[in-house]
C-alpha cells in the first residue's frame, strides 16, 4: 500500500526573502571572504612542483624512455615505473589493474607514463620537453560494440570488465512488444577545481597528503602496496565540487605526488591542468541500452528485457559499480514481474571511466523514460497515463527482489502537474520568435544502498562540541547539515558545534551515506547528554543546563559505530519541463522546470533545496549544452565546461518536497532528481516538434536531424 | 618591468615580466588567494578581479594592463572579516556558496553589476552572469541574494 | 625578456612598428594568454596600444560610421547611435560574458578573426583601415582581409562601416551548438516590395564563411515575382575549402533564411 505524501511546503523563486534567519552553511564565511583553502591556496615551504607526461597514443608498446642530455637537470626528478618499489597498481576496491605509472605499454591516451618534479611549474613543464618515450603504435579499439564481438582482444578473455544479468519471472504470451535503442554519451561532472594533492614527507618516515581526495581508504591501500608505506595520513582539503568524480583519479595523483616527495624527501604538490582534467579524467560510462518492452493495451508492463552495454575506458577502476547503479536502476521508476536485465561493461583503449552515481542514475533514467514515451505513443496513450499505471506502489519489489516499504510515485506526480498549472513567469527567456512550445513530464527513482561502516564521534572540549566524520565534503553542505542536527539536538547554537573535515589519523574512513551518519549523530548525542548528566549528578536531559552545572574542564569524547540502514534508501522525482524549440535551428530554450521530489525529512530543507538546484543545473548541461567527442586517440576533446550551464540558461524553478515516513529508509530529498529532468527534457521537444530524441546530448543538431 | 598599482587600496611596486597574467601576480606575488584558476580561458570566471572596476578574467590579463590602476579582489571587500560586505552576507545568509570555489569570482562580478546604473534586472543580471560558472547551486540562490542586495 | 613599448599617438605608433615589425601588438588583450600559450618563448618585443587616442571613439554619420580600432564590444553594445544604425552590430556585440567584452576590442576582431562579430561586419560590408609608416592608407573589406595578414608594420587604425540605407533589413543569431556556436549574420534590401539583395554570412569557430549555399536554398521555391534577387556584391567568399561550415550550420541557416523571407512576404 502507498503511503501519503506530506507537502512540506511549497516555494515559487521570489520567496528566498523568507527564507531569513535559516543556517547558513558553516563554511560560508571563509568562502564568500575568500580565506577558503583549496588545494592551490596552501603555501607550503621547499614546495616541489609535479608533472605527467602522458602517451599521446590510445595503444602502444613503450619501447624506452630517454632523457636529453643536453638538458640541465639540476633540481629536476624524474620518476618511471622502474621507481616503484612495490605493486604498481592503483587500488580501487578489490581493482587493481590501473598502473600508477604505465612500463610495458600503454592502454589510452593521455596515460601517466614519467612523473617528474621541480621547484618552479614553470621549470617542471620545461623539463617535460625534454623527456622522449619511444612508441611502437598499436591498433586501438575504441569501440565498445566491437569490444564486445571480442574480435580484438585488450583485456582478458573477453575484454569484460563485469557482466551481470537479472531474470524474474518469465516471459508472457499476451501484449505488443515495443524495441528501442537508446545512447547517452559520457558525461563530464566538471568540477570548478581541478584534482590536486600535496605530498609532505615527516620527519617520522610517515606521509602526509593534503588535497580532493573523497576515499582517503584507496589511497592508504595503494601507498601500502605500491610504495610500502604503512603510515600515511590523508587530509582533505576545502574541495571546489565534484564529490564523486574525486574518488578514482585522485588516488593515482595521490601516488604519482607520494613517489616524487618519497624521492626527494620534500614536499611536492601535483595539480591537474584544466586540459588534463578534460581530457583524460574519468567520465561517466557511455552506455548504450536496447529495451524491450511487452506492454497491454493501457501500457501496462508485462515484461522488460533490457540489454545494457557501457564502455569502461582502459581500465577496469571502478566499473563494477557503475554498472550495479545501471542494473539496480534499469527498470527506473517502475514496475514489472518479468523482468530480464543483462548488463556487461567492456573494455576500451579511451581513458578510464569512473562510477559517478548521480550521473549513472540518470543515464537510465534517460533510456527508461523515452521507452515509456514510445509506449505512450505505440498505442496514443497519455504519457503521464502511462507513467501512472506502471509506477511502483508500496509494497512492490523491484526487479533485483529489494522490496520497497514506501512509494509515492502517483502523489509525486499529481504534485508535479498541480505546480504546472501556474502561469509561465512570462519575462523569463522569450526564445526566438518562431519557436513551438512543448511541455514534457519525467519521473526517477533514486536507489541507495545501505553501507554503514565507521564510526562517527563528538568531542565535549569547554563549552564547543566538535563532531568528527567520516565524510569526504565537495560542497555538498553535510557537515552543515550534521552541525545543525547536533545544534538542534542538543540546543546549543550551532556556532559552538565544529565539524573537523576528513583527517584519517583522527577520523577512520568509511563509505556511510550522510543519513547513516546522521541517524549515528542523533544515538552519540544522546550517549554524551547521559554522560554529562551522570557526572553533574543531574537527571536533567536539558543539555545546555547541563553544560551550566558542570565545572570539570575534562574533554568527553563519545563514539557511536555508524549502522547500515535496512535495505534500500530510495527516493522518488517527478519533473515537469517547459520548453521552447526553433524549427530553423532546433534551438530549445527551458523556460520552466518543476520538479516535486519525495525522501526524508531534510535536515536543513534550504540547503537540500540548492542541492536540487543544482543537480536540475547539471543535469540541463549534459542534455543541452556538453559537447564530448572522442580524439583520434580515444581521449576525450571538451570544448569549454558545458556540462555547467551558463546562468541565463537556467529557467524558473519551481520545487516541492514531500515528506516519506523517515523510519522507512528515505534518501535525501535531492538524490536523483537528474534522470527525471532528462527525460522530461527529451520528452517537451518531442512534444513540441515531433522530433524522437534517442541519445543524450540534444544539441540543436541532434533535434534538428530527429526532426520528422 | 617594474609595475606599480593599487590593489584593494594598497600600493605595490612590483618588477615583473610585463606578460606575466595577473593572477600569478595576485597569488603567488601578493598571496592573495581569493581569485582562483578553475580554467585556462574557459570562461568559468572564478579569477574575476575589478580592474578600475571593470570585470575581468585575471588569469586572462597581462599585468602590463594593470600599471597604474586599482585593482579589486574579494580581500579587499571588507578590511574587518567579522564584518561582511552586504554581497557577502547575501551570498553567505543564502547558503548560495556551495563548494565555493566560484564564490569570489560571482562576489567580483556582483560588485561590478551593483555599481552598474541602471542595475540589472533579474533576467538581464543572470545573462551578466554568463561568464561565471556554478556547477552546485543552479545560480538561483546567487541570482536572488544578488539582487535582494541590489534593490 | 619581453619589452614592453607604449606609444601615446598614432605616430609614434606607426614608428615603432616600424621600427620593430615582429613585435606583438597588444590591443584589449583578451586573446593574449591563449597566443602566448602557444608559443614556444615570450616574444621579445610588445607593443601595448592601450594609450592612443586615435584609435579610440565612435563616430557615426552621413557617411557611414567610423570605428577607432580600441573600442571595445561593451562600448559597441552600450552606443545608442550603433543600436540604431547598426542593430546587427550591435547584437553581435552583446553575446559574451561582460569580462570579456570589456577587453574585446573591434581592431582586434578584425586583426584576430573572432567568429562571434566578423559575420555581422562582413554582412554589413565593412572596411578594415590600415595604416603603416611607408605604406599607403588603405581600406579593405573584411572578406578580404582574412585572406592575406597585415603587411609588416602596417596596423588596424579602425573599422569603418558604411551608411545604414532606407529598406535595409538584418537579423543576427547565435546557436550553441554542439560542434561550437554558430553566428548567423544576414542582410536584405528590399525595395517596392520585393527583396533586391540578399546576403547571409555564416561564422562557426574554425572560420568564417559566407554561405552563398544557404541564401539559394532559402530563396528556392520564392514567387517569381520575388526577382530580381542579386546577390550582394560581396556576397561569396570561399573561406571554406575544407567544408568547416558544418553541414547544420548550412541547414540551419538556410532555414533562418528562409523563415526571414517567409516573414517578410
Redesign the interface.
Known amino acids: 500500500m502507498s503511503t501519503a505524501g506530506v507537502v512540506l511546503r511549497a516555494r515559487k523563486?521570489?520567496t528566498?526573502?523568507a527564507?531569513?534567519g535559516?543556517t547558513?552553511?558553516i563554511?560560508?564565511?571563509?568562502?564568500?571572504?575568500?580565506?577558503?583553502?583549496?588545494v592551490?591556496?596552501v603555501?607550503v615551504d621547499g614546495l616541489q612542483h609535479a608533472v605527467v607526461l602522458r602517451s599521446p597514443y590510445a595503444r602502444a608498446k613503450i619501447l624506452g624512455v630517454s632523457l636529453d642530455m643536453e638538458a640541465d637537470w639540476e633540481g629536476i626528478t624524474v620518476v618511471t615505473a622502474a621507481d616503484i618499489p612495490g605493486e604498481n597498481a592503483v587500488c580501487i576496491g578489490e581493482s587493481r589493474d590501473w598502473p600508477l605509472l604505465a612500463s610495458k605499454g600503454v592502454r589510452h591516451e593521455g596515460e601517466a607514463v614519467v612523473v617528474l618534479c621541480a621547484p618552479t611549474l614553470r621549470a617542471a613543464r620545461a623539463a617535460l620537453k625534454r623527456i622522449e618515450v619511444r612508441y611502437e603504435p598499436l591498433e586501438p579499439l575504441l569501440d565498445p560494440r566491437k569490444s564486445e564481438d571480442n574480435s580484438v582482444q585488450i583485456f582478458g578473455q573477453d575484454n569484460v570488465f563485469a557482466r551481470t544479468t537479472i531474470e524474474r519471472g518469465g516471459p508472457r504470451g499476451s501484449g505488443r512488444w515495443i524495441e528501442c535503442e537508446w545512447q547517452v554519451g559520457a558525461q563530464d561532472?566538471?568540477?570548478?577545481?581541478?584534482h590536486g594533492v600535496i605530498a609532505k614527507p615527516e620527519k617520522d618516515g610517515s606521509l602526509t597528503l593534503f588535497g580532493t581526495m573523497s576515499r582517503p581508504e584507496w589511497v592508504q591501500q595503494t601507498l601500502r602496496e605500491a610504495l610500502k608505506l604503512s603510515t600515511v595520513t590523508v587530509i582533505q582539503s576545502?574541495?571546489?565540487?565534484?564529490r564523486s568524480c574525486r574518488a578514482e583519479v585522485p588516488v593515482q595523483l595521490a601516488a604519482h605526488a607520494a613517489l616524487c616527495a618519497i624521492r626527494i624527501g620534500k614536499p611536492v604538490k601535483l595539480q591537474l591542468?584544466?586540459?588534463e582534467q578534460l581530457r583524460y579524467t574519468a567520465k561517466r560510462h557511455p552506455l548504450q541500452v536496447t529495451l524491450r518492452t511487452q506492454v497491454d493495451e493501457v501500457g501496462r508492463l508485462h515484461r522488460v528485457e533490457a540489454r545494457l552495454l557501457l564502455d569502461g575506458g582502459a581500465y577496469a577502476t571502478s566499473s563494477a559499480q557503475a554498472l550495479e547503479t545501471a542494473i539496480l536502476h534499469a527498470l527506473g521508476p517502475y514496475h514489472c514481474d518479468s523482468v530480464y536485465v543483462h548488463g556487461v561493461v567492456v573494455a576500451t583503449n579511451r581513458p578510464p571511466n569512473a562510477a559517478l552515481a548521480e550521473f549513472d542514475i540518470a543515464a537510465m533514467h534517460f533510456c527508461i523514460e523515452r521507452q515509456m514515451d514510445q509506449i505512450a505513443n505505440s498505442r496514443t496513450l497519455n504519457p503521464v497515463a502511462v507513467r501512472k499505471v506502471n509506477v511502483l506502489r508500496g509494497g512492490d519489489s523491484l526487479h533485483t527482489g529489494d522490496v520497497l516499504r514506501w512509494a509515492v510515485g502517483v502523489e509525486v506526480v499529481e504534485t508535479a502537474e498541480r505546480l504546472a498549472k501556474a502561469p509561465l513567469v512570462a519575462?523569463?527567456?522569450p526564445g526566438?520568435a518562431?519557436s513551438l512550445p512543448g511541455q514534457g513530464v519525467g519521473l526517477s527513482l533514486c536507489c541507495l544502498q545501505p553501507q554503514g561502516g565507521g564510526a562517527v564521534s563528538v568531542e565535549l572540549r569547554g563549552e564547543k562540541i566538535r563532531l568528527l566524520v567520516p565524510y569526504v565534503d565537495?560542497?555538498?553542505?553535510h557537515p552543515t547539515r550534521f552541525a545543525v542536527l547536533v545544534s538542534r539536538a542538543l540546543k546549543v547554537p550551532i556556532s559552538s558545534v565544529v565539524v573537523r573535515p576528513m583527517d584519517t589519523s583522527r577520523i577512520q574512513p568509511s563509505m556511510a551515506s550522510p543519513p547513516e551518519i546522521q541517524l549515528a549523530l542523533g544515538r552519540v548525542v544522546q550517549r554524551l547528554v547521559k554522560i554529562v548528566a551522570q557526572e553533574v549528578g543531574s537527571r536533567s536531559s536539558d543539555f545546555a543546563r547541563l553544560l551550566k552545572k558542570r565545572t570539570s574542564t575534562k574533554r568527553i569524547r563519545v563514539e557511536e559505530p555508524i549502522l547500515p540502514r535496512e535495505g534500500l534508501s530510495v527516493a522518488f522525482h517527478a519533473a515537469i519541463v517547459d520548453l521552447l524549440v526553433d524549427?530553423?535551428?532546433?534551438?530549445v530554450t527551458l523556460r520552466r522546470i518543476v520538479t516535486t521530489s519525495a525522501g526524508r525529512r531534510p535536515v536543513h530543507a534550504?540547503?537540500s533545496q540548492?542541492?536540487l538546484?543544482?543537480?536540475?543545473?547539471?543535469a540541463i548541461?549534459s542534455a543541452l549544452?556538453e559537447?564530448l567527442?572522442v580524439g583520434p586517440q580515444g581521449a576525450w576533446r571538451v570544448?569549454?565546461?558545458g556540462?555547467?550551464p551558463?546562468?541565463?540558461a537556467?529557467p524558473e524553478?519551481v520545487t516541492e518536497f514531500i515528506l516519506a515516513p523517515d523510519t522507512l529508509g528515505p534518501a535525501e530529498p535531492e538524490d536523483g532528481v537528474g534522470g527525471a529532468v532528462l527525460g522530461a527534457i527529451a520528452q517537451a521537444i518531442e512534444q513540441a516538434t515531433g522530433a524522437v530524441m534517442r541519445a543524450v546530448?540534444m544539441?540543436?543538431?541532434?533535434v534538428?536531424k530527429a526532426l520528422p | 618591468m617594474k609595475l606599480s598599482f593599487r590593489v584593494n587600496s594598497k600600493i605595490e611596486v612590483l618588477d615583473v615580466e610585463p606578460l606575466t597574467p595577473l593572477i600569478e601576480v595576485l597569488r603567488d606575488r601578493l598571496a592573495l588567494i581569493g581569485a582562483h584558476q578553475g580554467c585556462t580561458g574557459d570562461n568559468c570566471g572564478a579569477c574575476t578581479v575589478l580592474v578600475n572596476d571593470v570585470p575581468v578574467y585575471a588569469c586572462q590579463v597581462p599585468v602590463c594592463q594593470v600599471d597604474d590602476a586599482e585593482v579589486r579582489t574579494v580581500e579587499g571587500l571588507t578590511a574587518d572579516a567579522e564584518r561582511l560586505a552586504p554581497l557577502q552576507e547575501a551570498l553567505a545568509k543564502a547558503g548560495a556558496t556551495g563548494c565555493g570555489f566560484c564564490t569570489p569570482g560571482m562576489l567580483m562580478i556582483g560588485l561590478a553589476l551593483r555599481q552598474r546604473q541602471p542595475r540589472p534586472g533579474p533576467e538581464e543580471l543572470r545573462e551578466l552572469l554568463s561568464g561565471n560558472l556554478c556547477r552546485c547551486t543552479g545560480y538561483e540562490a546567487i541570482v536572488q541574494a544578488m539582487l535582494e542586495v541590489m534593490e | 625578456m619581453t619589452f614592453l613599448h607604449r606609444p601615446k599617438s598614432l605616430k609614434e605608433l606607426l614608428k615603432t612598428r616600424h621600427d620593430l615589425p615582429d613585435a606583438m601588438l597588444l590591443a584589449g588583450g583578451a586573446g593574449i594568454m591563449k597566443i602566448l600559450h602557444k608559443l614556444e618563448e615570450p616574444p621579445h618585443d610588445v607593443i601595448d596600444l592601450g594609450g592612443i587616442p586615435d584609435l579610440t571613439g565612435i563616430q557615426v554619420g552621413r557617411f557611414g560610421t567610423w570605428l577607432g580600432a580600441m573600442t571595445t564590444l561593451h562600448e559597441l553594445t552600450d552606443d545608442v547611435l550603433v543600436r540604431k544604425h547598426h542593430p546587427c552590430l550591435s547584437e553581435a556585440c552583446s553575446h559574451g560574458p561582460p569580462q570579456v567584452r570589456a577587453r574585446v576590442s573591434i581592431g582586434g576582431i578584425a586583426s584576430g578573426r573572432r567568429f562571434e562579430v566578423l559575420p555581422a561586419l562582413m554582412v554589413l560590408g565593412a572596411r578594415i583601415e590600415y595604416r603603416g609608416q611607408e605604406t599607403p592608407q588603405r581600406r579593405d573589406r573584411v572578406q578580404d582581409c582574412l585572406r592575406k595578414d597585415a603587411a609588416k608594420g602596417e596596423v588596424v587604425v579602425a573599422v569603418h562601416l558604411p551608411p545604414h540605407q532606407d529598406g535595409d533589413q538584418t537579423v543576427f543569431r547565435r546557436i550553441q551548438g554542439g560542434s561550437g556556436d554558430v553566428v548567423i549574420a544576414g542582410r536584405l534590401r528590399v525595395a517596392d516590395g520585393e527583396v533586391k539583395e540578399a546576403g547571409l554570412v555564416v561564422g562557426t569557430p574554425t572560420q568564417p564563411g559566407l554561405h552563398i549555399a544557404a541564401v539559394e536554398e532559402a530563396l528556392i521555391g520564392r514567387p517569381v515575382s520575388a526577382r530580381p534577387i542579386s546577390l550582394m556584391e560581396q556576397s561569396f567568399v570561399d573561406l571554406d575549402p575544407e567544408g568547416s561550415v558544418s553541414s547544420y550550420a548550412r541547414a540551419a541557416s538556410s532555414r533562418v533564411l528562409r523563415s526571414w523571407l517567409e516573414h517578410l512576404s
Do not use: C, N
Open positions: 523563486m521570489s528566498v526573502q527564507e531569513r535559516v547558513p552553511p563554511d560560508a564565511r571563509d568562502k564568500v571572504l575568500g580565506k577558503a583553502a583549496y592551490d591556496d603555501a561532472p566538471v568540477p570548478l577545481e581541478t576545502v574541495i571546489g565540487g565534484g591542468s584544466r586540459t519575462v523569463r527567456r526566438p518562431k565537495a560542497g555538498e553542505g524549427p530553423d535551428t532546433g534551438e534550504r540547503m540548492i542541492e538546484e543544482g543537480a536540475v543545473g547539471r548541461g549544452s559537447k567527442e570544448s569549454g565546461m556540462g555547467i551558463k546562468a541565463g537556467m524553478l546530448p544539441h540543436p543538431e541532434q534538428l
